[in-house]
């Protein structure tokens, strides 16, 4: 009975409930939206920064970890990278040689770490060559190319064609030095890196540094993330005597990011959630107040207080519930939609971005699990509004607000 | 127009009740979108300022060379003349950094490796970033001191410990050779992994002797008094030097390319201030069409009676202006005592993220930001949804049948 009375009094005043329910709609919506954003943002920052800089993971011998020098190899590379291409959780990978070292041309000298790769498995794993701006990737055409981030070859004015010597110590601790050519210059979304490190073809580097293959590092990018930990303890238990890191390890600020990520997300949530409690206080104490002659009169028949209270919550629940309906799917279709298209940021002011290897385009997500916490979240909130208006709708006197003009 | 203005006046009064659940409506708005936007900008402000005191200052005096080709031969001179121009402005300036630094080989017996030896006056840079603090063993560099400071990354490559000694190797001012024999007096752990494996620090004096640069700088960095002033001083300083030889630069520049990655975040959070923007509209909307629904009758009774109902869009102008206008300084007023609670207690972080950010040197807090501008930014924003929101009475008031909405 009182339900029936509650659903019917929604629908004798539909554009004020309707307000109400686009209110809701609105807060879940946009409850939903943004978390669906902050969660796009972090994992096109997490994908590229796993794929530009990390790889999911890496493996070393323990003594170049804490020495970085050359002299500290992977001996059993052949065997380790075979088995390696053989797994089927690995995507793709890629074997480095790693030397410390300076890197000099006419006008500037300065710290450098040369990465010896080979041009098509590191095309693979961290698709470097898409990053080259200007010249061309490391093809092997010419003699020792070299390949040098955007800003060291501004720093040191080197063009492409330029020479730069690059001095280093060998294996045998004597210091060498030898002169590259600049085929490319390639810029990734962490400029500092860049700065850092330098990339040339990997005989060419063995050449200079031993004389045979020396690897330092391999990098691994696996096919879901999930499978990350269990390839990397497969191949610690294979290879006890090298150190197998995931991204986790490697760079605990991925990590952090994403924890911080999600401590802003609480706090945005937060405040939608107390946008939307106190438009709906406002409305619902407004519709009381409106409705304070139709209440006097309710009361003056004879329905007494807690019912009057049941039925305003009642009421309130109707169109939370009605609107947190109509919210989460306008949500649901519009992450959809956007999930595939993506929300470009350049529009907002986020351009410049290609400069970086970043892609300006955001594709929102979620995780149903949020999903569910933002709706009940959200009707809890709307619920515990309408609390307040109802108990001031019974302290109405009946005499006085049915005289009410 | 008096009169009208009177009538809205009065009319806000007349029903006390419902104009403070409208005032209270933009009042929340207002205080909830200053909050908002105060919180994220407390991060960027943060950020800045850590990279500001870390790295590069908020002005650095250069060669005018320098920034295009930072090599050491590309230093300037730190004249008496560039003294006695910086002594002019002694009121503005906190204090002054000067740096000289350049890539060398450090050597040890069966270790080599390229890394960036930087002289600097260990009192000042200790104010600037508190250097002394990251000392981990040994020593704290003195001014004149001939020994070294070795970040903790590099010397555990280079397997040096305080007392050892190294050769450093590189290249000099205007191509002559440095070179040297120094002893590690302490070692500094930097936190940040890039710094850490690289850097070597000298006394000013023993720097600018290891590279032949006497009285020579890369960098001359000036920490303001008031850093909201950075540019006007730069500009005054920028006046006062010779353009032919000095350039003065601000962090804007300086951190340039920081800065426009943190555009990226940036327009993440005006996506979301867009949307709080709609959200808040709507509880304002919400409170405008029931206020509406309930006012009908009076209205009608007004128009019946013979009010234009152009005069009748003026008065609700009126209440609108006034509710807004009120809502929004209340909105303001409101925000300016959480804000300042937020900024002395900022929202703690704890776990696996907060031992990160210590280990970067920073608080493991989220910071807010106080800077007037949010509030003045935001209540104008909500002014605007607010009155742009009230247009509904105005055409409400034009299309109201007068017989239909008395009964």
């Known amino acids: ?405 | 127009m008096k009169m009208l203005f009177t009538l809205a006046w009065r009319n806000l009064w007349r029903n006390r009740k419902r104009t403070l659940i409208t005032i209270s409506s933009v009042l929340f708005a207002v205080l909830l979108a200053i909050v908002f936007i105060s919180f994220e900008n407390g991060s960027y402000e943060r950020m800045i300022d850590s990279m500001v005191k870390l790295s590069t200052g908020y002005i650095q005096v250069q060669d005018v060379l320098y920034e295009e080709e930072p090599s050491i031969d590309n230093s300037l001179l730190y004249s008496e003349e560039l003294k006695e121009t910086l002594a002019g402005f002694s009121d503005q300036i906190s204090y002054i950094v000067p740096r000289i630094q350049n890539f060398a080989l450090a050597a040890t017996e069966s270790q080599t490796r390229g890394s960036l030896v930087v002289g600097i006056d260990p009192m000042s840079e200790t104010k600037m970033n508190d250097l002394d603090r990251k000392l981990i063993s040994g020593e704290f560099l003195q001014a004149g001191d001939d020994g070294v400071l070795l970040a903790k990354g590099l010397a555990e490559i280079l397997k040096m410990h305080p007392g050892d000694t190294m050769i450093l190797l590189g290249q000099g001012f205007q191509g002559t050779t440095a070179a040297g024999r120094f002893a590690v007096k302490g070692i500094v752990d930097l936190k940040i992994p890039e710094m850490n494996n690289n850097t070597i620090y000298m006394s000013l004096s023993g720097a600018q002797w290891f590279y032949g640069a006497d009285n020579r700088l890369t960098s001359l960095i000036i920490m303001p008094v008031n850093p909201d002033k950075t540019h006007q001083l730069a500009a005054a300083i920028a006046k006062k030097t010779d353009p032919e030889w000095y350039k003065v630069i601000t962090w804007e520049n300086l951190l340039a390319d920081l800065l426009k990655l943190m555009k990226f975040d940036q327009a993440g959070t005006k996506i979301m201030v867009m949307i709080l923007y709609i959200v808040i509209a709507f509880g304002l909307f919400g409170t405008i069409i029931t206020m509406m629904i309930e006012r009908q009758r009076e209205f009608a009774m007004l128009i019946s009676i013979g009010l234009k109902r152009s005069q009748l869009a003026v008065i609700s102008f009126f209440e609108t202006l006034m509710i807004s206008l009120i809502g929004v300084i209340a909105g303001m007023i409101a925000s300016i005592p959480l804000v300042i609670w937020f900024r002395l207690h900022p929202i703690q972080l704890t776990g696996e993220m907060a031992q990160a950010m210590i280990d970067y040197g920073f608080e493991p807090v989220m910071p807010f930001s106080a800077d007037p501008q949010v509030f003045v930014s935001q209540a104008q924003i909500v002014l605007v949804i607010s009155l742009i929101t009230f247009i509904y009475p105005a055409y409400k008031i034009f299309r109201l049948n007068i017989t239909e909405a008395k009964q």
């Open chain 1, 1 to 405: 009975m009182l339900i029936k009375l509650a659903w019917r009094n929604i629908w004798r005043n539909p554009r004020r409930s309707l307000v109400m329910i686009f209110a809701v709609m609105i807060g879940l919506w946009a409850g939903v939206f943004v978390a669906s954003i902050t969660t796009g943002l972090m994992e096109q920052r997490f994908r590229t920064s796993i794929q530009q800089q990390f790889s999911h993971i890496q493996i070393h011998n323990p003594d170049y970890l804490k020495e970085n020098n050359v002299v500290h190899r992977i001996d059993e590379w052949e065997s380790l990278g075979k088995e390696i291409s053989e797994n089927e959780n690995v995507k793709a990978f890629t074997m480095r040689t790693l030397v410390s070292g300076m890197i000099a041309s006419s006008n500037l000298t300065t710290g450098i770490k040369i990465n010896g790769i080979d041009p098509e498995m590191e095309a693979q794993t961290t698709g470097l060559n898409e990053n080259v701006i200007e010249g061309s990737y490391l093809a092997g055409e010419e003699k020792s190319p070299i390949l040098i981030g955007r800003k060291l070859a501004d720093k040191m004015k080197v063009r492409i064609g330029s020479r730069v010597v690059v001095t280093f110590q060998d294996t045998s601790g004597e210091l060498t030095s030898s002169l590259f050519r600049v085929c490319g210059i390639y810029q990734t979304s962490n400029t500092l890196n860049d700065e850092l490190n330098a990339y040339v073809l990997q005989q060419d580097l063995n050449e200079i540094v031993a004389g045979d293959m020396i690897i330092n590092q391999l990098a691994l990018i696996c096919h879901d993330l999930d499978s990350v930990n269990k390839v990397a303890l497969h191949f610690q238990s294979r290879y006890s005597h090298l150190t197998v890191r995931t991204w986790k390890e490697i760079s605990p600020e991925l990590s952090y990011m994403q924890e911080m990520t999600g401590v802003m997300m609480t706090v945005i949530l937060l405040v939608i959630l107390l946008a939307l409690a106190f438009g709906l206080l406002n409305t619902i104490l407004m519709s009381v107040y409106e409705r304070i002659r139709e209440l006097g009169m309710l009361m003056a028949i004879g329905m007494n207080k807690r019912r009057i209270f049941g039925m305003i919550l009642m009421e309130t629940l109707f169109i939370t519930l009605t609107g947190g309906l109509g919210g989460m799917l306008f949500g649901i279709v519009t992450i959809r939609l956007f999930h595939f298209t993506g929300i470009d940021f350049a529009t907002v002011g986020g351009d410049s971005l290609n400069d970086f290897g970043f892609d300006s385009v955001v594709y929102p997500s979620l995780d149903p699990s949020f999903f569910f916490t933002v709706t009940l979240l959200t009707i809890f909130t709307a619920l515990i509004t309408s609390i307040y208006p109802a108990i001031r709708a019974l302290r109405l006197n009946p005499s006085e607000a049915i005289r009410k003009d």
